[in-house]
Structures are given as structure tokens and as C-alpha cells.
């Protein structure tokens, strides 16, 4: 989201969720075990992704990720 005070042309109405409050916040329970090492450390390998709606997604997107993909070994896209 984009700081406040700055205002920037969407495509979508934006609001701002006020504090103490948080959009996506996870909070895992208190009992749920430590997160395993990332693969980045494990395996060597880094997955990047994107969670928006594929008909958002424009071709100079794609083509960026195809860069990014391939200047990064061994590395993956999720798509969701």
C-alpha cells in the first residue's frame, strides 16, 4: 500500500485499515510448532510469488518475471 499522504492513480477504491489494526496479520497459535528453515537456506533455492488475479497480470509483467527468473538460479514462481 502506498504511504500515507501519497496519493497514486488505482484502479481500485484503496482504504486505510486504522491502527492498532492490520490487513493479513497472521498469528500463529500458541502451541503451533517453530517455521522450518526457508529453502533459500536448506536447498539454495528462492521461490518468489504472487498471490493478485491472473487477468491483472500484463505482458511487461510477465517478461520482468522471466528476467528476474532467469538471472536467479534455480529459482521458481508461484502463482496463486
Not at 496519493?7 to 489494526?21: D, F, G, L, N, V
Not at 517455521?35 to 520482468?64: D, Y
Request: aromatic residues 8%; positive net charge.
Amino acid at each position: 500500500c502506498d504511504p500515507p499522504g501519497l496519493s497514486q492513480p488505482h484502479t481500485e477504491s484503496m482504504y486505510r485499515i486504522p491502527a492498532p489494526y492490520c490487513f493479513l496479520c497472521y498469528t500463529p497459535p500458541k502451541d503451533a510448532p517453530d517455521p522450518a528453515p526457508a529453502p533459500a537456506v536448506t536447498k539454495g533455492t528462492v521461490t518468489f510469488g504472487s498471490f493478485n488475479i491472473l487477468a491483472k497480470l500484463s505482458r511487461a509483467t510477465v517478461q520482468l518475471w522471466g528476467m528476474v527468473l532467469n538471472a536467479v538460479p534455480d529459482s521458481r514462481l508461484l502463482l496463486k
